[in-house]
């Protein structure tokens, strides 16, 4: 090259453009190692630890990736600009020539202000638009070789850096969170190895089996087209009328129609993967597996009375109740398990792990706790982070791979794709919330709203004018497809067609109802006769009876009873006749109740009524209990501000009766002090408050003349059975009137005193 070079201008930054023999060109065959992207000294769970979640982050080489900070913005003490960074001398007025005359079009400062305000929306999400996120990690417990060598599972203590996203999926960007529907549980990894989206669901299966009727089963669940109802529900015709006719929902509208459609908290319901992916090791060799995330606080839901209340009162009742255990401390944690199995045993399985109608008993193939995920940084900007986070089921890293599974071969496609409209356009990997902390190095160039600059004249591969790079990672270190292969009895060419397993659609539906408490089987059948009702069209309604007969005589005996509807209408003739014995017919796990949590009552919250006249100490003492034991107090009062104590200790009510009704909280409190108790009594949402929480079987403790609220309420302190009501305590004290909150809250509920229909 001598002479040549020698010829040509040279600009030292970018050597390698020129072709020089510099060291960048590799010999024919070899490539250049990468440079090492760690600080020297540094290990890489402290890297991780503080990309994307704040604080001090390794240099990235590449600007699109790295910690958020590069990106936020705080204007404390900054003057206010236009967009071009030009000071803004009036705020308020827009040039006009003279006071009274038009506006100037030369007006460049209202125009670049309400150019951008007119362009500030973007289409919300198809499905699951309506969504909270929080920042967190995930750490590894012990490093898992002998599965995978995915970068999250390589070394015990291993911190990865992640975002998630919880959502309902049917409601619209503003629509209530307390909706009776499937939530959606996003993790973004954001792995030294790229990023990897684990897009998963509060319910381990769905409701169809193959990517061709999703936009079927949206479009039926969906608002109905003709007059845009109903937000945020399933409970009308179209949707019935579409799993009526796809009898491989069943099993899904057990897990929808259960309480775990309307949980108490996001912090408080588990997350599935729902499909079967593949684990991959070092070895090449590769293994089965799905993903469960399973709350240290236990599993809890709301009753539906409870979740119709609140959507009224606080539309935004999960997405608050998130923020909220963030910004207080009471970090929401999920342990993340596996349940892995090998091809020869899913083979031997009565139904196929390729469908994801079917889930994995865990009494066939049980969980291994493989770490946790704690979510403790809320996002700085709504818009910036929970609304442009792209989640895309494609995004795997080394170490993971896809099944087969025709459901998630079109999520595949679709998630990058709906990206590219809902976020205008390919870049939107550059979005900072999208960015990986791991370098981004490829020849993909241009298009809108491209951030990063490349630098040099080279966009192709191979190339010897940019040193052969970026080169390829080889198989040792990049990500390769296991080379599974299609078996002899798997090889039918081209068939647009399901395999035989597929068509057996009531054996798990059966397993889930029969898994469940006798409490939270009425509620399914109380959710199928609310739901069913709704619909206009008696076939629909009989339809779905009938297809209930094939999972649980007695559920659809339930059902057709609370709908008037006699006699029943025949079982649904079943595509498999032939009955598959299933291994297991009772999993004890599918119970909410199977998963208490750790005990801890953090963040749940309680109402402390109190009015003038109340005997103030004893309140006091209760809510400093309580917040020892890490829930949330609040005192309610028929006003907000200073309340006048009958005992002089000073007490301030920090919402009112109106604008937080009782039903808001977890469990009550009735103070001591005959003129308060005189006030609460003649107080009707004092009153419409505590039959709230005894309906909804939450815990009511009075404190001496407290109780006497309960009788002017018409409730009992016994159950209808005549035994003690376990969620009713009369205490005489502070510290008993905190243990008795306190145990009611590790309890959750009471629902021995759940009748149909209520008698408050
Ligand atoms: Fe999906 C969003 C979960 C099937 C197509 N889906 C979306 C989100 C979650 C899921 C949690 C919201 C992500 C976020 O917070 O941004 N989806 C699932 C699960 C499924 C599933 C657990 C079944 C196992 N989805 C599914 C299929 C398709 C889609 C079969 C299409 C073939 N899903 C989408 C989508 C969305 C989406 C239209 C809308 C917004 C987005 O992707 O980013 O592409």
């Known amino acids: 090259t001598g002479d040549l070079a020698a010829a040509m201008p040279f600009n030292a930054n970018k050597a390698a453009e020129h072709g020089q023999d510099n060291g960048l060109n590799p010999p024919a065959g070899a490539q250049v190692p990468p440079p090492s992207r760690l600080p020297t000294g540094s290990t890489l769970s ?45 705020n308020q007025n827009s040039l006009k020539s003279g006071l009274r005359g038009p506006a100037l079009l030369e007006d460049f400062i209202l125009r670049d202000k309400l150019t951008h305000f007119d362009h500030e929306r973007i289409p919300e999400r198809i499905v699951h638009a309506r969504g909270s996120a929080a920042h967190g990690f995930f750490e590894c417990y012990d490093a898992v070789p002998q599965l995978t060598k995915a970068a999250p599972f390589k070394q015990a203590g291993k911190i990865t850096p992640v975002f998630v996203r919880f959502s309902t999926v049917a409601g619209e960007r503003g629509s209530k969170d307390t909706a009776r529907d499937v939530r959606g549980f996003a993790v973004k990894f954001y792995t030294d190895e790229g990023n990897w989206d684990l897009v998963g669901n509060n319910m381990p299966v769905f409701f169809i089996q193959d990517a061709m009727k999703f936009p079927d089963l949206v479009h039926a669940v969906k608002p109905e087209p003709h007059h845009g109802m109903p937000q945020a529900a399933s409970a009308h015709d179209t949707f019935w009328d579409f799993v009526s006719l796809m009898p491989e929902s069943t099993h899904m509208l057990m897990w929808v129609m259960s309480d775990r ?92 792990v390729l469908d994801a109608t079917k889930l994995v008993p865990e009494e066939l193939v049980p969980i291994q706790p493989v770490g946790r995920m704690v979510l403790n940084r809320n996002p700085d900007n709504f818009f910036a ?72 004249r080279v966009a192709y591969e191979p190339n010897s004018l940019g040193g052969g790079c970026p080169f390829q990672a080889g198989a040792t270190q990049g990500f390769t497809s296991v080379a599974a292969r299609i078996r002899a009895k798997d ?12 068509a057996e659609h009531y054996n798990q539906a059966a397993l889930f109802f029969n898994s469940q408490t006798p409490a939270e089987q009425a509620h399914i059948a109380a959710a199928f006769r609310f739901e069913l009702s709704k619909v206009q069209v008696p076939a629909i309604r009989q339809r779905v009876v009938s ?39 009772v999993s004890p796990a599918l ?32 809510q400093a209990s309580l917040v020892a034991a890490g829930a949330v107090p609040r005192l309610i009062a028929p006003r907000i501000g200073p309340v006048a104590t009958g005992d002089g200790t000073a007490l301030e009510a920090d919402a009112s009766l109106e604008n937080e009704p009782a039903f808001l909280f977890d469990a009550l409190l009735l103070p001591d002090g005959a003129a308060a108790m005189v006030a609460l009594s003649g107080d009707g949402n004092a009153m419409a408050g505590i039959r709230d929480q005894y309906r909804h079987c939450k815990t009511v403790v009075a404190l001496g003349t407290g109780a006497e609220l309960l009788d002017v309420a018409g409730i009992s302190p016994t159950l209808p059975t005549g035994d003690p009501d376990p969620g009713i305590t009369v205490a005489s004290d502070a510290a008993s009137a905190a243990d008795a909150l306190v145990d009611g809250l590790r309890r959750h509920r009471h629902p021995q005193r759940e009748t149909d229909p209520p008698i408050v």
């Open 261 to 352: 459609a309307i949980p108490r908290s996001f912090a408080t319901m588990q997350g599935f993967g729902v499909h079967t992916y593949r684990l991959v090791n070092e070895a090449g060799e590769s293994f089965f597996v799905k993903f469960h995330w399973n709350p240290k606080f236990g599993t809890h839901s709301l009753c539906w009375d409870e979740a119709v209340k609140i959507s009224g009162a606080d539309p935004d009742y999960h997405r608050r109740d998130l923020w909220e255990r963030i910004e207080a401390g009471a970090y929401p944690e999920w342990e993340l398990g596996l349940q892995v199995f090998t091809e020869e045993q899913a083979d031997k399985f009565s139904f196929d």
């Open 547 to 585: 297809m209930l007969r094939n999972a649980s005589e007695s559920l659809a005996a339930q059902v057709a009873e609370g709908l008037n509807m006699n006699p029943l209408p025949d079982a649904m003739p079943r595509a498999l006749p032939r009955r598959l014995k299933p291994e297991v017919n």
């Open 385 to 456: 982070e929970t609304e442009q986070v792209a989640f895309c089921t494609a995004n795997i890293i080394p170490g993971l791979d896809f099944s087969n599974d025709p459901l998630l071969a079109g999520r595949i496609h679709s998630y990058v794709d709906t990206q590219i409209s809902r976020l205008g356009g390919p870049n939107f990997h550059e979005i900072p919330i999208n960015s990986p902390i791991a370098p981004v190095h490829n020849n993909q160039r241009d298009g809108m709203h491209r951030q990063a600059i490349p630098r040099g």
């Open 46 to 90: 402290e890297v991780n630890a503080s990309a994307k979640t704040g604080g001090v982050a390794a240099d990235g080489s590449n600007p699109g990736n790295g910690p958020l900070d590069r990106v936020r913005v705080d204007s404390g003490g900054q003057r206010l600009t236009t967009n071009q960074g030009v000071p803004i001398a009036d």
């Open 491 to 502: 090889e039918q060419g081209k068939v647009r067609a399901k395999p035989e397993l597929f």
């Open 591 to 622: 119970s909410l109740t199977a998963r208490p949590g750790d005990g801890s009552i953090a963040g749940r919250k309680v109402a402390l009524f109190v009015a003038d006249g109340v005997l103030g100490q004893g309140v006091l003492d209760v």
